[in-house]
């Protein structure tokens, strides 16, 4: 049973940093897309950074330049640094996977529709004080 599983949530002043973790059990494909997904109280969920298994990145608009997504192959471990947080970054963060065919494309994984993504973990809460 494919499970992930988030943490490195907290609470943090604007300019400072956290480091999301999402650990990946059962999750053994060598074709997919893993990402991370945020909402923030009564809004819609918001797609941040996704990567593929070809380590291609995708970055929200709002978060280049200050948000890297990045993957420990050997812990199956997917992982957000997040640098100067501003208070707008406030959400409960999701790590996402979808396994793709070994033939499919992973130009799917620049999507940041929700649905795209079928495997989702609990969630982390950040929040970011002015």
């Known amino acids: 049973q494919v499970q992930l599983v988030e943490s490195g949530g907290g609470s943090v002043q604007a300019g400072g940093s956290l480091r999301l973790s999402c650990v990946a059990s059962g999750f053994t494909y060598s074709n997919y897309c893993m990402g991370w997904f945020r909402q923030a109280p009564g809004k819609e969920y918001e797609g941040v950074a996704t990567?593929?298994?070809?380590?291609?990145?995708h970055y929200a608009d709002s978060v280049k330049g200050r948000f890297t997504v990045s993957k420990d192959n050997a812990k199956n471990t997917l992982y957000l640094q997040m640098n100067s947080l501003q208070p707008e970054d406030t959400a409960m963060y999701y790590c996402?996977?979808?396994?793709?065919?070994?033939?499919?494309?992973?130009?799917?994984?620049?999507?940041?529709?929700?649905?795209?993504?079928?495997?989702w973990g609990q969630g982390t809460q950040v929040t970011v004080s002015s």
């Open positions: 996402v996977a979808v396994a793709l065919a070994w033939w499919a494309s992973r130009s799917q994984c620049s999507s940041f529709t929700p649905h795209t993504y079928p495997i």
């Open positions: 990567r593929d298994s070809a380590s291609n990145t």
